[in-house]
């Protein structure tokens, strides 16, 4: 420990060498000065730290009272002669530390030490407290001190600049005026003008010798401006956060051997997890169909650094594929070691499954092509035979005895042709005859109908949005698609079941995404729901193809959805299935919604007044030379008189040849060499009142009315009936004869 450093003031030698030799003599650990005269001493006590001064009472130029006043707070210790006692009572009254009687018996030198130390224990203590209170005076954190019950006893500079209060404001207010708490953390605490700022609070607690509580230090940081940073901070983190989350691209970081060692949500969402930490817990590589896959990325990482537009199906968790683009970037460490994989991953299913789509639609179209090419034929020979065995029939009494069988020939001669009709309805070569429905009340119509003839164990459900306005379609049609899928509904419940018929009004921009040649504003949703048997994904995939059925024979044609799909097309519908083995089924057809054209398609332009009936010649235009034969004999039949090509040039020469006499055209439209059309149309400039009518087994919609416009007189679809086509013949020549009276 230092040196005690001591004042002695004694104007006596003798005392003074005395004093010096006790302390030598006991080794006392003191430093001291000695001086005769108060003068003296108030220059080493200005000019010295000094810890304790020891004072004779009575001095040449003065006494140790006036010492008192010169000892600038050093403790001071008295030494009086005995029977002096009053006088220093008087001199602890001027502030004077103690006394020590010089007592002859006992030597006061003995006593003096333990005194002093006390003296200089306390002047240190002293000292050093105010240090302490200077100090704290001056930190820039507030520091106040309070009483046991809170009272602010101490404040400092720092303190009343920040909370705004002077010392004698705050100084003996209780420490809640500014928010205090008595405990440490961060609080809120508030400016004398009510403003709140944080603080830091930290706080000691001062206790006396007993041990009880004296006072508490606290030290008051002010902290707004970490806490504004670190709230600037929080919410730029979680604006990034939010961008790293709802970006549509996933983001994942794994090591060399697979594992994920970050993702976010959008990786997780790709891949079917809950959660990017769900995702975390999996290998990236459980995620490839083959981990060899994973092997060769790594090999191209090490190649290359990077992988750009990898295209790759992956799969999900749940073991479905999901076709992805990857972006991936290898970090190497400096001898060349892959030693971290991180990747970009958009999903691609969408895309690839508008492909697959795209690619089923085509090999429809030219399933399509070839069904309606045979069904063309087909028609034809129907034609032929149903003509002739109406011939025979009427010609020959000895078939008469035959009815059953000629009966029976005509009525499958009807059946196919209804196979045709079902054909050429799938393969768009049907005449499709746009009006304006109501979608609502065709289903309601078709529910009633069907809930009388459905087997009762069915339950049928209505849904129809109110909302749905009228829109253009062929009637018969949709009628035709809706009953297909009834009747579908019916087969897959034969224990009975709910089935549900729903019309809804959709938005284009809704299916867009899913159709991109959803161009327009409006769709009809109309939806069949049943909770029959379902169907797994073989027949899923098949089951829009003509004749696909996985009925018995007889039960099912395959054509029902081959129709539906047809129906769908002509429209430039949408028609889209979800099916649960066991669960049941539901078809949503969308059919566009469009207003009804100003001017009605079946109009007819009427300019044929003043034409002139030429009389009973008919020219008979047909290549399939039985049919040809046919409708020829038929017409003799009648008394007409006939003429007939079996190709558009050979009509078209005839016509130039006959044209006064021909009084009537019936052609067909697929011709060889010209086809009906243009037949129609040079005829029409060799006479532009020639009187044509046409036969087709599918008639474009848009070229039927550009033929009716053209001045056509009929169209007929094929297969017609005898009878059919002699009533037209009749008629139109009739019509004529009509408008010249
Ligand atoms: P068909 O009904 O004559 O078999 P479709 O073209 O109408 O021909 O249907 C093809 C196949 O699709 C059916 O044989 C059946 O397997 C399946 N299918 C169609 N609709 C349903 C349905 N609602 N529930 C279960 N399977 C269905
Ligand atoms: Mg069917």
């Keep these: 420990m230092d040196l005690i450093r001591i004042l002695l003031i004694e104007d006596d030698i003798v005392d003074q060498l005395a004093f010096k030799r006790h302390v030598e003599r006991e080794k006392l650990p003191y430093r001291f000065d000695a001086v005769k005269s108060l003068a003296e001493a108030k220059r080493i006590i200005a000019a010295e730290t000094l810890d304790v001064i020891v004072s004779d009472y009575n001095l040449g130029d003065g006494t140790a009272i006036d010492a008192c006043e010169i000892s600038k707070g050093v403790p001071l210790i008295i030494i009086t002669g005995a029977g002096n006692e009053e006088i220093a009572i008087k001199a602890l009254k001027s502030g004077a530390y103690d006394y020590i009687i010089k007592d002859p018996e006992r030597n006061y030198l003995k006593v003096l030490p333990l005194t002093v130390q006390k003296a200089a224990n306390s002047c240190r203590a002293d000292r050093q407290m105010k240090m302490l209170l200077h100090a704290i005076m001056h930190i820039s954190d507030s520091v106040y001190i309070t009483n046991v019950d809170g009272t602010i006893r101490f404040a400092n500079a720092s303190f009343c600049r920040t909370y705004q209060y002077t010392s004698e404001e705050i100084l003996g207010r209780p420490s809640s005026i500014i928010g205090d708490d008595h405990a440490d953390g961060e609080y809120l605490h508030h400016r004398k003008d009510g403003a709140e700022f944080f603080v830091s609070l930290s706080k000691s607690i001062i206790r006396d010798s007993d041990g009880d509580v004296n006072a508490v230090v606290t030290v008051a940081r002010d902290i707004t401006e970490h806490k504004r940073a670190e709230e600037a901070l929080r ?221 009762k164990m069915i339950e049928f459900s209505l849904k129809l949005d109110p909302a749905l306005p009228t829109t253009v379609a062929d009637a018969n049609q949709v009628h035709q698609a809706l009953l297909n899928l009834c009747v579908n509904a019916r087969d897959a419940m034969p224990n009975g079941g709910k089935l549900l018929m729903e019309t809804e009004l959709v938005r284009g921009i809704f299916l867009r995404e899913r159709y991109p040649d959803a161009h327009e504003h409006l769709y009809a949703c109309l939806r069949v729901q049943d909770t029959g048997e379902g169907m797994p994904p073989d027949v899923l995939n098949r089951m829009f193809e003509p004749f696909f059925t996985t009925k018995d024979i007889g039960r099912g044609t395959g054509l029902g959805l081959a129709v539906v799909y047809g129906v769908i097309k002509s429209h430039k519908g949408f028609v889209e299935v979800s099916s649960q083995i066991g669960q049941g089924t539901t078809f949503t057809m969308y059919f566009p919604i469009r207003e009804a054209e100003k001017e009605d398609m079946k109009t007819m332009e009427n300019d044929l007044a003043g034409e002139s009936a030429a009389g009973g010649t008919i020219l008979v235009v047909e290549d399939e030379p039985m049919l040809l034969e046919l409708v020829q004999g038929l017409l003799e039949a009648q008394g007409y008189k006939v003429l007939s090509a079996v190709d558009g040039l050979e009509a078209v020469e005839l016509y130039a040849r006959h044209k006064d006499e021909i009084g009537l055209v019936l052609t067909d439209l697929g011709l060889p060499k010209l086809d009906g059309w243009e037949v129609f149309q040079r005829m029409k400039e060799i006479n532009p009142k020639a009187k044509v009518i046409i036969a087709s087994g599918y008639v474009d919609p848009a070229l039927r009315q550009n033929l009716l416009n053209a001045g056509a007189r009929d169209l007929v679809q094929k297969p017609y009936m005898p009878q059919e086509i002699l009533t037209r013949v009749r008629q139109t020549i009739e019509e004529d004869a009509a408008v010249m009276n």
């Design 235 to 455: 919410s730029s983190e979680e604006k990034y956060r939010k961008f790293f989350d709802e970006d549509l691209a996933g983001a994942f970081v794994c090591t060399p051997d697979g594992k994920l060692v970050s993702c976010n949500p959008s990786f997780a969402r790709i891949f079917g997890f809950d959660s990017a930490d769900e995702a975390l817990s999996y290998n990236f590589i459980a995620l490839f169909p083959k981990s060899r896959q994973f092997t060769e990325i790594k090999d191209l990482l090490r190649l290359n650094g990077k992988l750009e537009h990898h295209e790759i199906q992956l799969r999900r968790r749940d073991g479905s594929p999901v076709f992805v683009i990857q972006n991936i970037i290898g970090k190497m460490d400096a001898s060349g070691r892959l030693i971290e994989i991180r990747g970009y991953i958009f999903d691609n299913t969408r895309h690839k499954l508008l492909e697959e789509q795209l690619r089923q639609a085509q090999k429809m179209e030219s399933i399509g092509t070839l069904a309606g090419g045979i069904a063309h034929d087909f028609n034809n020979i129907l034609g032929i035979i149903l003509g002739h065995v109406h011939i025979l029939y009427k010609g020959d009494p000895a078939m008469v005895q035959k009815a059953n069988s000629i009966d029976s020939i005509s009525r499958a001669v009807q059946r196919g042709a209804k196979l045709v009709k079902q054909i050429l309805t799938f393969a768009r070569r049907n005449e499709v005859v746009f009006e304006s429905i109501n979608i609502n009340a065709l289903v309601e119509e078709l529910k009633k109908m069907l809930a009388e003839t459905f087997p």
